[in-house]
C-alpha cells in the first residue's frame, strides 16, 4: 500500500483519511526508542493551531501542554521502524495539511540534528488515501494495528497465516501503536484519539480485540 503516488483527491473538511510515508531510499526513520516518543509527542502538539517550540514543552505531560483547536481527530496510528501510517478525520478546513507539515517538519528537523545527518529524511510529502466506503474506513483499523506483525513474521500474509496465539501476544507488547490505548485503560497516549469523530465500531474492548483476531486468523489484506 505504501508507494509513490500523486494526490487525486482534494482534502475536505468532515472527511476521513489514511495518511503514511517512508523513510526516503527506504532508510529506517526510527532507530531509538528516544525516536519514537519524540514522533508520538508530536502527533499531539503538532494537531493543533498553536505553534510550539518544543524546548517549552519537554518534560510536561500530554495534558499540561496547550495545542490550541486539534486540526484532525485521529482514530488510529502506527510506528514501523521506515515508516507510519495515520487514520484521520479533518475536522478543520485545511487542518490535515497543517498537521502533517508541522508533524513532518518537526520530526526530521529532531531526526537530522540528534542523528547528525542532512537533507530530506522522507521519501517526498505525505501519501493521503481518500476513505469513502464504511468498510473500508473499519478495515483501516486492522490494518494499520496488524502492521507490526510484519517485524514478527515478513511473509505472514504472503502464506495467509500465522500463529494466533503468537501474533496477539506480539500486538499486545507493542508500544508504538494506538492499539493499546484501545485495550488499556489510562495510558497517556490516548490523548492522541478523539474516538467519538468516528463510526463506534468497538463498543466495548471485547468487540476491539476480536476485531482484530478474526483479521488475524483469516487475513487477506493488501502487502
Known amino acids: 500500500?505504501?508507494?509513490?503516488?500523486?494526490?487525486?483527491?482534494?482534502?475536505?473538511?468532515?472527511?476521513?483519511?489514511?495518511?503514511?510515508?517512508?523513510?526516503v531510499e527506504k532508510r529506517d526513520i526510527f532507530l531509538t526508542q528516544e525516536d519514537?516518543?519524540?514522533?508520538?509527542?508530536?502527533?499531539?502538539?503538532?494537531?493543533?493551531t498553536e505553534s510550539f517550540i518544543f524546548r517549552d514543552i519537554e518534560g510536561k505531560s500530554?495534558?499540561?501542554?496547550?495545542?490550541?483547536?486539534?486540526l484532525v481527530a485521529i482514530a488510529a496510528w502506527v510506528l514501523m521502524p521506515?515508516?507510519?501510517?495515520?487514520?484521520?478525520k479533518e475536522i478543520t478546513e485545511g487542518g490535515t495539511a497543517m498537521f502533517m507539515r508541522k508533524l513532518c517538519t518537526?520530526?526530521?528537523?529532531?531526526?537530522?540534528?540528534?542523528?547528525?545527518?542532512?537533507?530530506?529524511?522522507?521519501?517526498?510529502?505525505?501519501?493521503?488515501?481518500?476513505?469513502?466506503s464504511d468498510n473500508h474506513l473499519k478495515y483501516l483499523f486492522a490494518y494499520i494495528h496488524l502492521n507490526p506483525l510484519?517485524?514478527?513474521?515478513?511473509?505472514?500474509?504472503?502464506?495467509?497465516n500465522i500463529n494466533?496465539?503468537?501474533a496477539k501476544k506480539y500486538i499486545s507488547a507493542y508500544e508504538y501503536s494506538s492499539h493499546l490505548s484501545y485495550v488499556e485503560a489510562g495510558r497517556e497516549e490516548s490523548i492522541l484519539l478523539s474516538k467519538t469523530e468516528f463510526?463506534?465500531?468497538?463498543?466495548?474492548?471485547?468487540?476491539?480485540?476480536?476485531?482484530?483476531t478474526d483479521f488475524i486468523s483469516f487475513s487477506d489484506m493488501d502487502t
Do not use: C
Not at 62 to 70: F, H, M, Q, S, V
Open 1 to 23: 500500500m505504501i508507494g509513490s503516488m500523486e494526490r487525486k483527491h482534494i482534502l475536505s473538511e468532515g472527511e476521513y483519511y489514511h495518511l503514511y510515508n517512508r523513510g
Open 36 to 48: 519514537r516518543k519524540r514522533f508520538k509527542r508530536l502527533l499531539y502538539v503538532a494537531n493543533g
Open 62 to 70: 500530554l495534558k499540561e501542554i496547550d495545542r490550541g483547536e486539534p
Open 82 to 88: 521506515n515508516h507510519f501510517h495515520i487514520l484521520v
Open 106 to 132: 518537526g520530526y526530521s528537523s529532531y531526526f537530522n540534528k540528534r542523528h547528525d545527518r542532512v537533507g530530506p529524511l522522507f521519501q517526498g510529502r505525505y501519501k493521503s488515501q481518500h476513505v469513502v
Open 150 to 160: 510484519k517485524l514478527l513474521d515478513p511473509s505472514w500474509k504472503e502464506r495467509g
Open 164 to 166: 494466533v496465539t503468537k
Open 199 to 212: 463510526p463506534e465500531y468497538f463498543s466495548e474492548k471485547k468487540d476491539f480485540e476480536d476485531f482484530h
